[in-house]
T-cell receptor, first 117, second 110 residues
Framework: EPEVTQTPSHQVTQMGQEVILRCVPI?????FYWYRQILGQKVEFLVS????????KSEIFDDQFSVERPDGSNFTLKIRSTKLEDSAMYFC???????????????FGEGSRLTVL | RKEVEQDPGPFNVPEGATVAFNCTYS??????FFWYRQDCRKEPKLLMS???SGNEDGRFTAQLNRASQYISLLIRDSKLSDSATYLC???????????FGAGTTVTVRA
């Protein structure tokens, strides 16, 4: 079964350092997303990406964050100058369709756990 | 008011029991509704979409009440493997900018 893969599974970094989280969405999917989940809290939307540009972003996704699809397969989330409160599980997700017909499914990767010290 | 609210539980039920719980959402313009399942420290996985007419998938039944702005999930004949956190998820605008509830924890005991 095709799946979304994420690397690294766990990254520990010092406050102020830059982090890049990598995702390989399912190959024929067109819509890509990053969500995050702080330990013990709910899953939160960060950003959606379609046709090589951001289609929507939340208030969490400030100038510290950026996303990129550098080639045909990878989708990355960069966090510049990490803060303690960036510690969370970051989930990448992809879909082959928008929800207009309510038949699409969002597939999540297993997540990258970021710990900022 | 939170966009999506759920009773956190935990619901602790014996195998074979029926368990049901609700979720309320604040935005009446919300378009799509889902139940996801999340096992401890794992990714959310789609359990089922929720359709206006209500829908069933095996032992799971989902209902949507737009007038009262709530969604329900009922699990019949609970199995040990049903132990998980169930996430109520709402999409306001059919673009997968999903709003997640904090989850309802269900524990099925032998």
């Amino acid at each position: 079964e095709p799946e979304v893969t994420q690397t690294p599974s766990h990254q520990v970094t010092q406050m102020g350092q830059e982090v890049i989280l990598r995702c390989v969405p399912i190959s024929n999917h067109l819509y890509f997303y990053w969500y995050r989940q702080i330990l013990g809290q709910k899953v939160e939307f960060l950003v959606s990406f379609y046709n090589n540009e951001i289609s929507e972003k939340s208030e969490i996704f400030d100038d510290q964050f950026s996303v990129e699809r550098p080639d045909g397969s990878n989708f990355t989330l960069k966090i510049r100058s990490t803060k303690l409160e960036d510690s969370a599980m970051y989930f990448c997700a992809s879909s082959d369709t928008g929800l207009a017909d309510n038949t699409g499914e969002l597939f999540f990767g297993e997540g990258s756990r970021l710990t900022v010290l | 008011r939170k966009e999506v609210e759920q009773d956190p539980g935990p619901f602790n039920v014996p195998e074979g029991a029926t368990v049901a719980f609700n979720c309320t959402y604040s935005n009446s313009a919300s378009q799509s509704f889902f139940w996801y399942r999340q096992d401890c420290r794992k990714e959310p996985k789609l359990l089922m979409s929720v359709y206006s007419s209500g829908n069933e998938d095996g032992r799971f039944t989902a209902q949507l009440n737009r007038a009262s702005q709530y969604i329900s999930l009922l699990i019949r004949d609970s199995k040990l493997s049903d132990s998980a956190t169930y996430l109520c998820v709402v999409d306001r605008s059919n673009d997968y900018k999903l709003s997640f509830g904090a989850g309802t924890t269900v524990t099925v005991r032998a």
